[in-house]
C-alpha cells in the first residue's frame, strides 16, 4: 500500500497518524503541507485541513476516519481492542478528549503566534476545559495504558492533544492540565517516552522552533 502523510509537524492531529503509522510499521512518504484554501488543496481536503493521507483508491481527512481506515486496512500491531464495547470505550474517550478538553484549550490557539487571547475567551476556556478533564478522569484506566493493558489510539489520541492544549494552557493561565487528573502525568510521562513518541516529538520540536525564530524576525 503507498501512502503519502500530508501535514506539518507541528500539527498535533498530524502527530498522531504519523505515530500510528508508525506503530503499524508501515512505510509512508511524509509531504510537508501547510493548510490552506488554494482551490488545488481543498480537491484533497475539503476543510483545507491537515492531516491528509494520501492512498491508492484517494484522499482522507478527519483524524478519526484516518486511524479506522488504517485499522481495518493494516490490522497488524492493532491500535483497538477487538471486543465491540472495549472498542466503543475507546472511541468514547477519543471523542470526549478532542470535544470537551482539547476543543476549549484549542480556543487559545493565538497564544502560540504570540497573539492576545481576547478576555471572554479566557474566562471560558478553563472551566470548559476542567469540565472536560473531570470527564477524562472519570474514563481513564492507566493498567497501565489510558483504556486498559494494550496501546490504542485513544493514548496516541490524548497523548497528542495534549501536547498542544496543555501548552496552551500553561501559556495563558500557568495552568498544568495534566495535574487535574490523578496519574494522568505518570502516564503522559510514559507514553512521552516510547521510542516512536520520541521521534515524533523531535520533529515537533524543531518545526516549533523554527517557527518561533520566524516570529522573532
Ligand atoms: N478535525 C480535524 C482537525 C485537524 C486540524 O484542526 N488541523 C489543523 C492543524 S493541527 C489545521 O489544519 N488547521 C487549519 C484550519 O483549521 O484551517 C482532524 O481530526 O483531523
Known amino acids: 500500500m503507498s501512502l503519502k502523510l500530508l501535514g506539518i509537524p507541528l500539527s498535533n492531529y498530524y502527530n498522531m497518524v504519523k505515530h500510528a503509522l508508525m506503530h503499524k510499521g508501515l512505510e509512508f512518504e511524509e509531504v510537508m503541507t501547510r493548510p490552506s484554501q488554494e482551490a488545488e488543496f481543498l480537491v484533497k481536503s475539503p476543510m483545507g485541513k491537515v492531516p491528509v493521507l494520501e492512498t491508492a483508491h484517494g484522499c482522507l481527512t478527519e483524524t478519526d476516519a484516518i486511524l479506522d481506515y488504517l485499522e481495518e486496512t493494516c490490522p497488524q500491531n492493532p491500535l483497538f481492542p477487538t471486543d465491540p464495547f472495549a472498542r466503543a470505550r475507546v472511541r468514547q474517550l477519543m471523542k470526549t478528549q478532542e470535544l470537551y478538553v482539547e476543543g476549549p484549550a484549542h480556543e487559545l490557539i493565538m ?11 479566557k474566562a471560558n476556556s478553563q472551566p470548559a476545559a476542567r469540565k472536560g478533564l473531570a470527564a477524562i478522569g472519570r474514563l481513564v484506566k492507566f493498567s497501565p495504558w489510558i483504556a486498559g493493558e494494550q ?5 496516541i489520541l490524548v497523548f497528542y492533544s495534549f501536547t498542544l492544549s496543555n501548552r496552551l494552557t500553561g ?14 502525568a505518570e502516564w503522559y510521562e510514559q507514553f ?3 521510542e516512536i513518541t ?5 520533529d515537533n520540536k524543531a518545526a516549533s522552533e523554527a517557527m518561533a525564530n520566524r516570529i522573532k524576525v
Open 192 to 194: 512521552s517516552n516510547l
Open 171 to 184: 501559556m495563558v493561565y500557568g495552568w498544568d492540565m495534566l495535574a487535574e487528573v490523578p496519574g494522568l
Open 198 to 202: 520520541t521521534k515524533v516529538m523531535a
Open 151 to 155: 496501546i490504542t489510539f485513544a493514548d
Open 111 to 121: 497564544a502560540i503566534f504570540g497573539g492576545e487571547v481576547p478576555e471572554h475567551v
